[in-house]
């Protein structure tokens, strides 16, 4: 398996070099930037592979940073923020990125975060699966391709937002718990963020819906979870 590339954007000098130097030790190529800016440069210049990206920084912060590069790439984002409030975990989700973390927390906990980012990011086009097509409604989604068409249309959709329809497309009809579909779809670490949920749900609906207020196709299964179809 080729190295893999992570790039740390933090701020804080000490936090910046006990997270690389865990992840060097590791094997992983490193690279690290102290703002929003650095950031943006390091991400067109080198071929990454996963950015741990901080919320709280100087010249630009991790929000818009982490906003500016989900217009052009898929690349899993973790976000790692000092404050604990459910709204600016939302706010994170909202600007595309796929996990968080708040300080302070363990390196394993990082660790396990990175695998379950990068397992899930493995995207290699398979020929011999292409032709594999699930459909629902006016939805296709292209198994082999990593591609979804809606109404004729393709939807540029985050491997997260990919990741989260091919599982209801598998599951169609049946009510899914919040539980289930986040181990499933984030890995057998997660259960309880249910926030995740509500934020990729909404960008769901608002791909794939005619009206997302008023969802025909992604249905809350109110004290179970959500159902499609």
């Known amino acids: 398996m080729s190295t893999k590339s992570i ?8 936090l910046r070099k006990f997270i690389s130097r865990n992840l060097s030790a590791r094997g992983f190529q490193v690279y690290t930037a102290g703002n929003g800016l650095e950031a943006l440069a390091l991400f067109e210049s080198k071929s990454l592979d996963l950015i741990i990206l901080d919320v709280m920084m100087p010249n630009m912060d991790g929000l818009e940073t982490c906003r500016r590069i989900r217009q052009v790439s898929t690349i899993p984002i973790i976000v790692l923020t ?3 409030e459910e709204s600016d975990k939302v706010a994170a989700l909202d600007q595309g990125a796929d996990d968080y973390l708040t300080k302070p927390f363990g390196i394993e906990e990082l660790l396990a975060r990175i695998r379950a980012m990068l397992r899930r990011a493995r995207w290699e086009v398979n020929p011999s699966a292409s032709r594999e097509v699930l459909r629902f409604d006016k939805i296709e989604l292209n198994v082999g391709a990593h591609t979804v068409t809606c109404r004729g249309q393709q939807l540029t959709l985050t491997r997260t937002e990919y990741d989260l329809l091919h599982f209801f497309m598998q599951n169609a009809g049946k009510a899914l718990p919040h539980r289930l579909i986040l ?9 309880n963020e249910a926030e995740y949920l509500r ?9 794939i819906e005619l009206d997302s207020a008023n969802p025909e196709l992604l249905k809350t299964e109110y004290g179970v979870g959500y159902r499609f179809g």
Request: proline share 3%.
């Open 183 to 191: 181990q499933n779809v984030w890995g057998p670490e997660y259960g």
């Open 7 to 14: 790039l740390i954007v933090e701020d804080e000098e000490s």
């Open 199 to 207: 934020v990729y749900i909404g960008r769901l609906r608002r791909k």
């Open 82 to 84: 000092a404050l604990d």
